[in-house]
Structure formats: C-alpha cells, structure tokens
C-alpha cells in the first residue's frame, strides 16, 4: 500500500506543467477489453492520503464508486487553474446528469505547500462539494510514487531551481475496482466529451452488476 509515509526515491522526468505531456505508447500495449467496450489499462495500488478536511482518504473511500483524478498543486503558475476550471465544469455536468455516485480526486505534486487548509481555501475557490470532490495531500515520495508508479504518469522537479513541478495534465478514469479505463487530455475539447461517455459506460458496468 502506498501510504502518506511512504518514503521512494524522487524521479527527475522531463515533463512539464505547461502541457509537453508524453504519448502514453507503453500503456497502449497493456490495455485489455472488446473493442466496443472502456480498456481496462491496469490497476492501482491501495492507497491513503489526507484530503481537505485533514481526514484519511484513499482507496478505502473510493471502492465501489466510479472516480476521476487529476494531480494539480495550488501553486501552479501555468495549466493547473485550467485543470481545475475543467473538472469544476464536469461537476456541474454530473449533477446536471444526477451521476452522485461518482467522485472527483485532486491530489497535489506539492505537499510541502498544499497543507489540508490551502487544499481547502482552493477547493472552496474553485466551488468544490466536500461530498463528491476530494483535494489530497500528504508525503511528497509517496505521491510522486502514486503518479509514477500507480497511474503511470510523469512527475519531477524542474531543472530550474525556481521552475514548477513538471507534471501530467491528464484526467484518469477509474472504475468501482480500482482498475484505470482511461487517459484523456483536460484541455481537449473532444478529449472531456469522450471521458463523459466512457465514464457512462463504466457506472452502466456497476449498475448492471449490482442488478
């Protein structure tokens, strides 16, 4: 279980916050599943954090219920606010779809700044429900170990001594299992619509097993 004291070496990778994110060429060979149905491109690791609320929050929390998680930090300077902005706009589509079983998870690149209480004056600026949309703190290493080694997305320090953490911009689609059955650019317009639909399709896989 990746806990919030857990300590792994740091990973220097070239990525960046202003968007220089990677094809994810390696994950493409790993995803199983009909072509008429979500991939299912692996599964994460147990895990607990700290969300806005200083509570613990992890895998614990999410099972049984379909989830989408992107990695921010409040500090950002460059595509986080967007981020943000675009899974505030999903929020608001999925009240206006009644979709309350599914749950919002921001985890920050930067603990050492983004305590519970800046997570919680962010969230509340960017019109987070406490309920449906949890912000995550804790150990930087054990993190960037979720990233990297849970949802297999980049993360390091910049080369530059006052440059942003380099990170992923995408949004990942989990299923009521704890299994990725997604990747999907933030910024990209057609990228959210699709996230929209394959999120349908995985709560249609829940609903039909739990009938």
């Known amino acids: 279980m990746i806990t919030a004291h857990r ?3 740091d990973r220097r990778l070239g990525w960046a916050c ?10 493409s060979l790993l995803a199983c599943g009909a072509s008429d149905s ?18 613990p929050f992890g895998s614990e929390q999410l099972h049984g219920k379909p989830w989408l998680a992107d990695f921010i930090f409040t ?9 943000t902005r675009e899974m505030a706009r999903i929020q608001a589509e999925l009240r206006r779809r ?6 919002l998870v921001s985890i920050s690149v930067d603990p050492e700044h983004d305590t519970p209480e800046a997570l919680r004056s962010y969230a509340q600026k960017h019109g987070a429900a406490q309920d449906s949309w949890s912000f995550l703190t804790g150990e930087r290493e054990a993190i960037w170990a979720l990233s ?4 297999k997305l980049p ?7 006052s440059g942003p953490i380099l990170h992923s911009n995408k949004f990942v ?6 299994r990725i059955r997604g990747y999907y650019d933030a910024l990209d317009k057609r990228q959210r619509a699709k996230l929209l639909d394959d999120l349908e399709r995985v709560r249609a896989e829940g609903i039909a097993e739990a009938g």
């Open 98 to 103: 009644d979709w309350g079983d599914v749950q």
């Open 173 to 178: 689609l989990a299923d009521r299992m704890g």
């Open 18 to 27: 202003s968007g220089l994110i990677a094809p994810l060429l390696t994950l």
């Open 155 to 161: 993360v390091a320090n910049s080369e530059s001594v």
């Open 148 to 151: 990297v080694d849970g949802f």
């Open 38 to 55: 979500v991939p299912v491109w692996g599964t994460l690791p147990e895990f607990v954090l700290l969300d806005q609320n200083s509570q």
């Open 75 to 83: 500090q950002c300077p460059g595509r986080c606010p967007m981020l």
């Open 7 to 9: 300590i792994q070496s």
